[in-house]
């Protein structure tokens, strides 16, 4: 749009000012829509009205360049100069324009602003979107720990994405549980390498090769490590490598680390440490043995043995080897006397230097190494037959099969008995046991046999058997019961009582259903005097009970336990009344309270008999309650005082039993291919009146009752054998009164 022309007059009329502001405001947002920010400070505020009507793309153009920041006022223009307007050189536009220019480098920092938030939402939404899919992969790993599966997925995705924090996390939980897994060692080592500091990659080696210490593979990893990082420090180089032989040198399959070892020093032209080397490598049992003997013949077929042997030993070498030259060519003209007479070993440089002295020197060597070379042969060929059968020397949580099983097993009994026979290397039996852990980790057997062959040792093993047991149970068996109740034992025979509770605990977490785990942490605290804790294990656990018959069953162990352990008789039958208000029907709580009355002097007898009543009055099957309407009646006629009473019982005794004949009978019938009889059952059905137990059939034993309970229905005729004979002192005027403590038969 052509900017409108302004008038040129120089007038005080109010009206031309205000159309002149308005015009100069619509010009300037017109040329700021199009000009450059930095155009907009060229424009000077003193330019002639005239000039402000021109056009956008004639200020633009190249016949009007933009006026200069710094004009030179010494000489001005009269030609160019037009007349100005001193009210026009304070007017407001130029003042405007700085706003505007203000305004739209205020846009720009919001538009960077709103790009810099996307950025930022952008990356937060990705970042929780992460979190969502490693969260996902958490879960399956959790849910199911041994889903070796999940586990390889979660570690796929944290090493992909780099996160150190998520990627030190979950190979630090992975390798808790399968330490043996020496291949996730490397990765999280190179994870550490990318991501890490060198301190921190140091750091997952050294618990790598302290958790999987056979791995060669793993060293090899390790000493490539070093020898990037400390290329120039030889002697730590060599102490790793030494380090690494203590540990893993004498496993089956250790060659490579030796060749490792070996290639390294010959880089270096270290030819007295390799041939100390090729020594070492002869006198171990190994898979490659007849190859690294080879090796070892070229080497020193290719070097003068006086650069590789120690200066001592080389000459006494030389010394049996110019000896046996001399003894095998006798001198006959005595040229030689000089010779003869010259100390072996004084000869000169030259004559050290022969050919043959050499050769001979070489064949005295190899002839000494291949006696060691041959025993050690004889060593190999004794187990090759076992070695041959295992097919899986790794560590893999699919199962072995039965035969690699027996292999192993076999193989750790035949090393048991050669090893403690004359000469043998106990230490060999150890590493094959390590051995056989990496095979079989998850294989609760071996552990203990590992652990039982420790305690037979001489020594102080303790240590040593401690390791053992946490390393099975932190790592590779976390839930197993028998383990665990294993170790526990151990430490509190060694006085670790704290620790033994630990371990009690730490496994309920895993077994909160097995009642049998929470009896062995009561009667843990029971045995170190911690009466308080017991009772507190025995409340806490009555609470948690999952139903009514496991509370039921906690609480007459806790009655005893108050009874017997505390001297607390009045909180035990507290109990056992509590427990009955909310499992009525539970024939155990009965008879426990009517053995703490029983225990209980004086002894109430009517109380005792309310008991019984009261069990009678329950909707217990048949069975039961006639064991305890023969209790009642026994009881009575031992210790009741009104006849009467006894009559009442037994007459109801007789109905309870042909009740029960009658559903036994019943039962019998319904069974298919039994016939009723008739006349079963025929002798009695008159019944004796007089309660003995040839008035009823012999009941079977109940499901729901233990063999210890049982024992105590057959032999409650027992627990009044220890009363004495006077007692009915105690229960004159018809009160209850006072036995004494026999025994209980629970």
Not at 240 to 264: N, P
Not at 295 to 312: A, E
Not at 455 to 471: L, M, S
Not at 479 to 490: G, I, L, N
Request: proline share 4%; with cysteine.
């Amino acid at each position: 749009m052509p900017p409108k022309k302004r008038s040129s007059r120089r007038g005080g009329k109010q009206s031309d000012d205000e159309s002149l502001d308005d015009s100069l405001e619509e010009e300037t947002e017109q040329a700021m829509e199009v000009e450059n920010a930095s155009t907009e400070e060229d424009i000077e505020g003193n330019r002639p009205t005239e000039d402000l009507g021109k056009s956008v793309s004639d200020a633009k153009s190249p016949e009007n360049p933009p006026v200069e920041d710094k004009i030179d006022n010494s000489e001005p223009d009269h030609e160019n100069q037009e007349p100005t307007d001193p009210e026009n050189t304070e007017d407001e536009p130029p003042a405007k324009k700085s706003k505007i220019a203000e305004e739209a480098l205020k846009k720009i920092e919001a538009e960077k602003q709103r790009k810099e938030k996307e950025k930022q939402d952008a990356e937060e939404k990705s970042k929780i979107d992460r979190k969502k899919e490693l969260d996902k992969f958490w879960k399956t790993v959790k849910d199911d720990p041994t889903d070796f599966t999940g586990w390889t997925h979660l570690l796929q995705f944290v090493d992909g994405k780099n996160d150190v924090e998520a990627g030190r996390e979950a190979f630090a939980a992975f390798l808790k549980r399968y330490p043996y897994c020496y291949g996730y060692w490397k990765k999280f080592s190179d994870f550490e390498k990318r991501n890490g500091t060198p301190e921190r990659v140091m750091e997952v080696f050294d618990q790598g090769t302290a958790a999987i210490p056979l791995s060669a593979d793993l060293w090899i990893h390790y000493m490539n490590h070093c020898k990037t990082v400390r290329k120039e420090d030889a002697a730590f180089i060599r102490s790793q490598y030494e380090r690494a032989m203590s540990e893993c040198g004498r496993e089956w399959r250790s060659d490579k680390l030796w060749d490792h070892y070996v290639k390294w020093e010959m880089e270096g032209k270290n030819y007295p440490e390799v041939y100390q080397l090729h020594q070492r490598i002869v006198r171990n049992p190994t898979q490659a043995l007849s190859r690294n003997f080879e090796t070892f013949k070229g080497f020193l077929k290719d070097h003068n043995p006086k650069d590789l042997m120690d200066t001592v030993d080389f000459l006494e070498v030389r010394k049996e080897v110019i000896s046996a030259m001399k003894s095998d060519s006798p001198n006959e003209d005595g040229e030689e006397v000089k010779d003869t007479e010259a100390a072996p070993g004084e000869d000169t440089e030259s004559d050290m230097k022969s050919a043959e002295e050499t050769k001979n020197i070489r064949e005295k060597i190899m002839s000494n190494e291949k006696k060691i070379y041959k025993e050690t042969e004889k060593r190999v060929n004794l187990r090759l037959k076992y070695e041959e059968g295992i097919k899986r020397p790794y560590f893999h949580v699919k199962p072995l099969e039965r035969g690699q099983l027996k292999n192993w097993n076999d193989y750790l009994e035949f090393m048991k008995v050669e090893m403690a026979k004359e000469g043998g290397d106990i230490t060999e039996v150890e590493i094959l046991y390590e051995r056989s852990l990496i095979a079989c980790a998850l294989y609760e057997e071996f552990w203990i046999n590992y652990i039982s062959w420790w305690e037979t040792r001489d020594g102080e093993n303790t240590t040593k058997i401690r390791n053992i047991y946490r390393r099975a149970c932190n790592n590779h068996l976390p839930t197993k019961v028998d383990m665990h109740s294993r170790w526990a034992a151990f430490e509190e025979i060694q006085g670790d009582f704290d620790e033994a509770s630990v371990i009690l605990e730490n496994l309920e977490k895993s077994h909160p259903e097995l009642i049998s785990l929470l009896l062995k942490r009561i009667n843990l605290e029971r045995r170190r005097g911690n009466g308080e804790k017991a009772c507190e294990l025995y409340e806490t656990s009555i609470k948690a009970a999952p139903n009514k018959s496991t509370a039921s069953d906690l609480t007459v162990k806790y009655a005893r336990f108050l009874r017997l352990h505390q001297m607390n008789t009045a909180k035990a039958s507290q109990v056992i009344k509590t427990a009955m208000e909310s499992d009525t029907a539970n024939p155990k709580l009965y008879l426990q309270q009517v053995d703490l009355l029983l225990n209980t002097t004086p002894m109430d007898v009517q109380a005792v008999v309310a008991v019984l009543d009261k069990a009678l009055e329950q909707e217990i099957p048949e069975k039961h309650k006639l064991l305890f309407s023969q209790r009642k009646v026994e009881f009575l006629e031992d210790f009741g005082l009104d006849i009467a009473a006894l009559q009442t019982a037994r007459t109801k005794h007789v109905e309870i039993t042909n009740t029960y004949k009658d559903a036994v009978a019943k039962e019998k019938s319904e069974e298919p291919g039994k016939p009723n009889s008739a006349d079963e059952g025929k002798e009695n059905k008159n019944g004796n009146s007089n309660g003995s137990a040839a008035s009823y059939p012999p009941v079977t034993n109940s499901s729901s009752y233990t063999a210890q309970q049982t024992q105590a229905y057959n032999n409650y005729g027992s627990r009044y054998a220890n009363y004495p004979q006077n007692y009915g002192q105690y229960y004159g005027g018809g009160a209850g009164g006072g036995g004494g403590g026999g025994g209980s038969g629970y």
